[in-house]
Each structure stands twice: as structure tokens, then as C-alpha cells.
């Protein structure tokens, strides 16, 4: 079966830290790029963070130096460690692989920052 899943996200305190993980099956996983997104609510989703199948990394300027992209190619497993969290990283967090054009999108996982 063709799928992302994504999972980690919960209640964090300001400042804390969460990992969020999103696990593929069904396609190639170490020729994807893969990327994570946010949607908090009554906002457009926006890319927060990408890598490429050869481990290149970017960010959104809003959380760089706070979160860090990861992929683990033998469980075809890609990371998103967050520290250093605010209420505004508040948002359901997707992963999107891509191999050429195709994308495929996971279906979420709430992150809440709050005291």
C-alpha cells in the first residue's frame, strides 16, 4: 500500500521539544525528497522544511536553527526534531515525498504549543 504516516505530534510546553516521524511504504523511498508542512488554522499550509534524496536540507526562516530534517533511508523514516517550540508552531504537520512530479501526501499530525 502506497502511504505516508505520520506520528509524534501532541501537547508541548513552550520551549519543549517534540520528533516527528513519518514512516513511507509502497515507493522508492531513497530517491524521494521528502518535505514536512504545517497548517495552523485559518492559514494556507506552508513548507517548513525539505530534504532531498541525497540529504540536502533547507528551511523555512521561521524555524530555522529550531528544527531539524532527517531521513532514515534503511526504514524509509523521515524526522522533523523540534525544539525550542512556540505557540505559533501550533499546526497539523504533513510529509510529502516527491519523485519526480509525483507527490504523495500523509495525512497529518496535530502539534499544539501551549502552557
Known amino acids: 500500500q502506497v502511504q505516508l504516516v505520520e506520528s509524534g505530534g501532541g501537547l508541548a510546553q513552550p520551549g519543549g521539544s517534540l520528533r516527528l516521524s513519518c514512516t513511507a511504504s509502497?515507493?522508492?523511498?531513497?530517491?524521494?525528497?521528502m518535505a514536512w508542512y504545517r497548517q495552523a488554522p485559518g492559514k494556507q499550509r506552508e513548507l517548513v522544511a525539505s530534504?532531498?534524496?541525497?540529504?540536502?536540507?533547507d528551511y523555512a526562516d521561521s524555524v530555522k536553527g529550531r528544527f531539524t530534517i532527517s531521513r532514515d533511508n534503511a526504514k524509509n523514516i523521515v524526522y522533523l526534531q523540534m525544539n525550542s517550540l512556540k505557540p505559533e508552531d501550533t499546526a497539523v504537520y504533513y510529509c510529502?515525498?516527491?519523485?519526480?512530479?509525483?507527490?504523495?501526501w500523509g495525512l497529518g499530525t496535530q502539534v499544539t504549543v501551549s502552557s
Open positions: 509502497g515507493i522508492i523511498f531513497r530517491i524521494s525528497a
Open positions: 530534504i532531498t534524496a541525497g540529504g540536502s536540507s
Open positions: 510529502k515525498s516527491r519523485i519526480v512530479t509525483k507527490d504523495l
